[in-house]
């Protein structure tokens, strides 16, 4: 593991998943550097961690993650390393709650919810 990067627990999944303060970083083409830290909404569904992008499949991001498959977080005023992994099928419904019951008071909540962005999840896993 990176230095001064820690690794992703249950407790630190579960505490994520109730504020509203992540930054994700992808790396870059590289493999070796780390992208610069975007602030995004992250969900928690069955001890998972999910992210959408609001440009859906076009965000640069979102094709950093899918292509490189490891990177870093920043939440709950640590610093992770972790692998991303796309997401379909029926556990986009579980993320729409989710991103509902956290973010329902948002006037962006709808744009979160529609097919674009469910085509551009991903899980935000832990890295050995």
Not at 2 to 15: F, H, Q, V
Not at 29 to 57: C, M, P
């Amino acid at each position: 593991m990176s230095k001064g990067l820690n690794y992703l627990s249950k407790e630190d999944i579960a505490a994520i998943g109730i504020n509203d303060d992540f930054h994700i970083a992808p790396y870059r083409a590289d493999g070796k550097t780390f992208g610069t830290l975007t602030w995004i909404w992250v969900v928690e569904v069955n001890g998972s961690l999910y992210v959408r992008a609001y440009n859906g499949k076009a965000s640069r991001w979102f094709k950093s993650a899918i292509s490189q498959k490891l990177g870093k977080i920043k939440a709950i005023g640590k610093e992770f390393k972790v692998a991303f992994d796309i997401v379909t099928g029926d556990i986009n419904g579980l993320i729409d709650q989710a991103y509902k019951e956290k973010y329902g008071s948002s006037p962006y909540l709808n744009a979160m919810i529609t097919q674009s962005s469910k085509d551009a999840t991903i899980q935000v896993l832990p890295v050995v």
